[in-house]
């Protein structure tokens, strides 16, 4: 599965899925600080259906619904209990989606920051928070992702912490993304090149951002990434930057919009795109129409 993935990067540009915790949201009209991960468990045809719509927008990489499936963030909801349950739920239903929708998908198991600092600048001890990614990543693996996609994280080093943990499970892909700010940097102040230097010695499949605010930053991200790594770029921006109407976030960017962007920053150098919140299935097909130009055009100058 390794060499099959990397082959698939070196066809051409790939395309991700979008937002999951946004579509359940609003889907689900769920009020905010409800735990969209236990969904598993409790809606499992609501989880399934945002999948098939993604694939059926054209998608050909699905992350599962596990973004905040650790012990540590599910302990706030009394859920370490079945920690292991929900992980390897999402993955039979993102599978069960992929049959539904008869066609061939790269499964990525989805992994999120832990949600407490580690130490010395926070409660967790490095033994916790390897532990906590150990306890989650192994689930997934057990349940028969393609991948590991380390998302949305804030600091390069809670990020090569959880590499070191999946590479210590299995010898499978690993998407690295943090999240970057309006100034272009993470929260924790690490710069996109900072960020290339030290992940691209590591050996991954692709490096990059996600979420972030919105498109025209993240574009800037990956200008300043791709120069400086042969490793691939992914990108996966927000459908702008938020606003509350009665109590919700809403999302701004069109799909035309983020289409066009996803061009840019595949001429900019990002090999797998799509999206992150506020992004639907219709962001989703949008910029499948703008990666099949974006492929015409390659084998044209060609």
């Not at 619904?65 to 239903?93: H, M, P």
């Not at 998407?175 to 991954?204: C, H, K, M, W, Y």
Request: glycine share 10%; with cysteine.
């Amino acid at each position: 599965m390794l060499q099959g993935f990397y082959q698939r990067l070196a066809q051409g540009p790939l395309l991700a899925d979008g937002a999951m915790g946004t579509e359940l949201s609003v889907r689900g009209n769920l009020p905010l600080g409800t735990c969209l991960e236990h969904l598993n468990l409790t809606k499992p045809g609501l989880v399934r259906r945002v999948h098939l719509d993604y694939l059926e927008a054209g998608a050909e990489l699905i992350e599962t619904n596990t973004y905040g499936a650790n012990r540590i963030k599910l302990e706030a909801y009394g859920l370490t209990d079945v920690t292991q349950e929900i992980n390897s739920q999402a993955v039979k239903l993102a599978r069960e989606a992929q049959r539904l929708a008869g066609q061939p998908v790269w499964l990525a198991g989805s992994v999120g920051p832990l949600g407490k600092a580690i130490e010395p600048l926070g409660p967790l001890s490095n033994d916790e928070a390897r532990d906590a990614f150990h306890q989650q990543i192994t689930a997934l693996v057990d349940a028969g992702v393609d991948l590991i996609t380390l998302e949305t994280f804030l600091s390069l080093a809670e990020i090569q912490l959880a590499i070191a943990v999946v590479k210590s499970v299995g010898d499978l892909p690993i998407i690295a993304q943090l999240t970057f700010t309006q100034e272009g940097r993470t929260p924790a102040d690490d710069s996109p090149e900072e960020v290339a230097n030290s992940l691209a010695p590591l050996g991954l499949a692709a490096i990059g951002a996600n979420c972030s605010v919105g498109s025209e930053p993240m574009l800037r991200v990956v200008e300043e990434m791709a120069p400086r790594t042969n490793t691939r770029i992914s990108a996966l921006p927000n459908a702008g930057f938020p606003t509350e109407d009665n109590g919700r976030l809403v999302y701004l960017s069109s799909p035309a919009y983020m289409a066009e962007y996803a061009g840019r920053m595949l001429d900019s150098g990002a090999a797998i795109i799509g999206g992150c919140c506020g992004t639907t299935p219709a962001h989703v097909a949008a910029m499948r129409e703008e990666i099949t130009r974006h492929r015409w055009g390659t084998n044209d100058e060609g």
